[in-house]
């Protein structure tokens, strides 16, 4: 009975031990460590707490109460020290965070599991198209020349295409950042479609139930099963209300979502590899690149953005001069987050709108060409809501050389700085001021810490006279020239204002269909003219003055006071500067880090030494009968250096990993 009375009491009394000596490491230490690193130096510190014992006293039936103790304190003090040296080396080979630990195990093993095998799937796909070779931290050879660069850049169209939606998808942004990837690899990327085949109309029937929360013949009164279009994400139906409207139904395709989010989280894990082992993966951020990426396919899933979009769109267009320009307008009590329904636009895309063209004229093309990008100016530079992606495919041409635009699903924003700065760019563009154009383009990049500013005015004034001379050959090598340049001088561009870049980019492959003859970079500069003309109007003077004066009012009202006490102070000598010295948290942090760092040094160095000292210091007082003082405080000294040692190496490794 006695014997398992002592069993069940032992585990408790073993558990409440471990828990108390994680706690004393983890205080000692004074750092944060894991439950499991702490529980497991716990766990060391009590097997070698009994052998340290052992040997510091053989026989403890021989030795006095006092001896035994402070040998028992002294053998715990070894063994937490040995368990902290362990916990410090294992911080610094296997650093905290960087393994999962058993409850993240626990909740994310199948997830793991079913990725496993996507990871596998995706690695051959590399290796098959020849892509093996650029996941290895040394730069692969052979990539120099152009024709090589072109076959490299097949193999990574037919990689991503086999890859699935969320690749295809990547490859297509891709495909619009010149500033980013090669022109080689910009042109084949731009060859992928984002088809799929149709989903078989029950399945559809399915989602339309479960989205709109009864049969679809009670919703609409009639909807045609073959679809209009389908792609990887979704596929629209045509349908016809019940008050005889004709409206798209755009579904998602089942279990799209889930695949998405697998692959995100592939590429994502792909990216922070790549950024860390390779020297193009850091110069590129493609954390960054790729964290953007998943919230922009991510924002595209949620239908209730595109609708939110459109109705945005809608008001801008209302808000402009009218040109001919729209959007279908969504049903948003029958639109969800899978489903979203709205107008059905009648016309063709503009991909396969030849005869239609044909039939406008030469002066009609013209004109309407003129109005697309008169739109899209004033969404940029007006309203700071813009079409990201304005291709032939998302571009309707009506029978009257109207334009509907589909596909809102992601749109960019700009604010109020940044759409100055874009007009001050085109201004400035329009009248060849490289001078100007640089400051308006320093303004829409990030800024980096050191940069020639002359070689920048320079460069971007050579570039303004190739493009705008008279007879100069336009298109889309100005938008290169222009992303070179910037890449050349190291300037990071926001995610914004590359969405603007990629939106003329495209937008002029969609010009150039509609009149082949139009001109981009000349319209644009005639439109900056036009809108710096429109801003000299009196009109517009008297209003923006009246704007400033009244931003102005508030401070103009205090100022004669603060002048009038600053001119007392001066009349008898009160005048003074009050600077204050690490007013930010971020420098008191540093500096007090700094003093706590090397305090903890100087203490432990001192303690190490006035250990050796006592430990090498004859006689003393006795504190037992086979103890005296000096040892004793020789060895506590030691435990004390050790101790600060420790905590100045486990913060040091821990900044450096920072």
Sequence with gaps: MDGILEGVLLVPTVVLTVLLFGAVIRRLLGVRLGPVRAVLAAALALLVAGPVLQAFLPDPEQADPGTALLFAALALCCASLAAMAVVVIADVVVPEGSLPGPVELWRGWRSRAARAHRYAQILQIAVRHGLGRFLRGRRPAGVESAAARRELARSLRRALDEGGVTFVKLGQQLSTRRDLVPAEFADELAALQDEAAPVPWEEVRAVLLAELGRPVEEVFAAVDPEPLAAASVAQVHAARSFDGADVVLKVQRPGVCAVVERDLDILLTLARTLEA?????????????????????????DFTTERDNLTAMAAALRASPSRGVRVPTPHAALSTGRVLVMERLEGTPLGSAGPALAELGPGRRSAVAGALLATVLDQVLDHGLFHVDLHPGNVLLQ??????????????RLDSTTRTAFGRLMAALGSTDSLTAGDALLELLDRPPEIDERELERALGVLIVR?????????????????????????PIPAQVAAVFRTFATLEGTLA??????????????????????????????????EELAALLPLLRRLPRRVDRIADAVEHGRLGVNVRLFADARDRRLVTGLVHLTLSALLGAAAGLMAVLFLDMPGGPQVTDSVRLFPVFGYGLLVVAVVLVLRVLVVVFRQDRS
């Design 467 to 491: 493009f705008t001379a008279p007879g100069a050959s336009v298109g889309a090598a100005a938008f290169g020239a222009l992303f070179r340049l910037v890449t050349a001088h190291r300037l």
């Design 399 to 412: 029978a009257d050389g109207a334009l509907g635009l589909l596909d809102l699903g992601s749109v960019g």
């Design 277 to 301: 082992r390779t020297p193009w993966g850091r110069s590129l951020g493609l954390v960054g690149l790729a964290t953007g990426f998943a919230d922009a396919l991510r924002e595209e899933l």
């Design 513 to 546: 269909l509609i009149d082949p003859g139009f001109d981009l970079v000349a319209e644009a500069r005639a439109a900056g003219r036009g809108r710096v003309a429109q801003s000299l109007t009196p009109q517009r003077l008297r209003r923006s003055a009246e």
